[in-house]
């Protein structure tokens, strides 16, 4: 059985951490599944991770639905979020209410996580009214990189924490599920966990909020770009793949690969016959001698 947005809930209320990973592929959502993860994001940080681009503004909602799409079927336990991307959701209600509606009807996904505080409150009062279950995301919002100047830590000075603090209770209010809160001083993201009855999922929040989300390729050492401070490699995953693929070429130059364990055969009167065939077309000229 699916886990519920219910179930997630019932987790902050009886204290137990929550685990919420990246995932974009058949192969990232089996592992991220097999692992225990209780949700899957398919984040559009994949405009960066898997795209190459260097923020998530590119990526297209088609794009977002292709992949929470395969995650969605290829998975059977874990709360899939299907992310909205930069301005799927902003316009107006009734286009975050479409756009939603795409995504959970063609994807597949439980619920959505959409970008922004107290201005996107009334959105997700509207989305949630129709049914649509919304995990919030505040703090530092990556489609509004360009409004922070960078990927900054949101929240250090009074007057900026009270923001986060008054997007925290908005988005709660409107009706959201959950909330992701994104590069907070650990303090701050201590007192929001506190304040509300919802999750609180952090990723470079520090360690008091009720769950932690990471991105698939950051805790694996694949990006490779470059890697946040708020990551933790727990496998090098990516130095392994390198040199599997260096082992590779090598062998190719060399000719130690494909070896007979890697080829297949032929019955040996076939081959015969088939090479009397081609000296017979040879001799006849039906064929281009070669
Ligand atoms: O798109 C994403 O992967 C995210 C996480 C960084 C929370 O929004």
New binding site residues.
Partial sequence: MRMTVRDIQKMKTESQPISML?AYDAISARLAETAGVEMI?V????GMVVQGHDS?IPVTLDQMIYHAEIVARVTQKPLIVG?MPFMSVQVSAEQALANCARMMQEARVTCV?V?GGEFMAPTIARLTEAGIPVMA?IGLT?QSVHKFGGFRVQGKEVETAQQVIRDAHAVEDAGAFAL?L?LTPAPLSQIITERLHIPT?G?GAGRYCDGQ?Q?FHDILDLYQVFLPKHTKQYAKVGDLILKGIQDFVQEVQKREFPTEKQSFNMNQEELAALRTQLEQDNANGSHPKR
């Fill in positions: 990246t994001l984040g559009d940080t994949l998530t992310d996580k970008e995301h990556p992701v994104e999922i990723i989300v991105v």
